[in-house]
């Protein structure tokens, strides 16, 4: 990957996908990739992949850094409702800002342009604040508890199997806590 100030290391990309009320990561994949934005559809080909008997996907929450007109309409076909942050927010809004009314839905067929629409309705705003106590913890837990703040073998296929060990890891950590 390019490094600030120039130059490249070699580091991978690594991604999960979290269920929300358990926090058991469901989808994880590691690549070569500098920027979120190519990592959307992998996780979207995961996600399919998955047994029916675990439940069915309905949302993508994710931050800006995955916003992208293409994975918009890459959530569309999958049958997802994309949440994708279109750009930064400041952390405290107004009150009239906080409680505007959207208006109408947009009668386009734009996926961007619903999905934006969508982002700003207070259904929209609760599901995707649900994003930052769903993911966040789990990250964080892998980094500060768990110690996992890089991947330690090189080669994509061994950093990718690192990070399923990783994952695996975790899972079986909150299965525990879960288990009480």
Not at 16 to 39: C, F, M, W
Not at 108 to 121: I, S
Request: glycine residues 8%; negative net charge.
């Amino acid at each position: 990957m390019p490094v600030s100030g120039g130059g490249f290391e070699q580091a991978y990309n690594a991604q999960v996908g979290v269920e929300h009320t358990s926090r058991l990561i469901v989808v994880n994949h590691a690549s070569p990739n500098p920027n979120d934005k190519q990592e959307l559809p992998p996780a979207l080909d995961n996600l399919q992949q998955l047994p029916e008997e675990l439940g069915r996907v309905n949302h993508v929450l994710t931050d800006n850094g995955f916003y992208s007109e293409a994975n918009v309409k890459a959530c569309e076909p999958a049958g997802l409702t994309p949440l994708i942050a279109m750009g930064r927010t400041g952390h405290h809004p107004t009150l009239e800002e906080r409680f505007a009314d959207p208006g109408e839905a947009p009668d386009t067929a734009a996926p961007v342009a619903r999905m934006e629409h969508r982002l700003r309705t207070p259904e929209g705003k609760a599901l995707y604040a649900q994003r930052k106590s769903t993911v966040e913890p789990v990250l964080g837990l892998i980094k500060h508890v768990m110690g996992c703040r890089q991947l330690l073998l090189r080669g994509l296929q061994a950093a990718q199997g690192e990070w399923n060990l990783v994952c695996i890891a975790y899972n079986l950590r909150r299965l525990h806590v879960l288990a009480g």
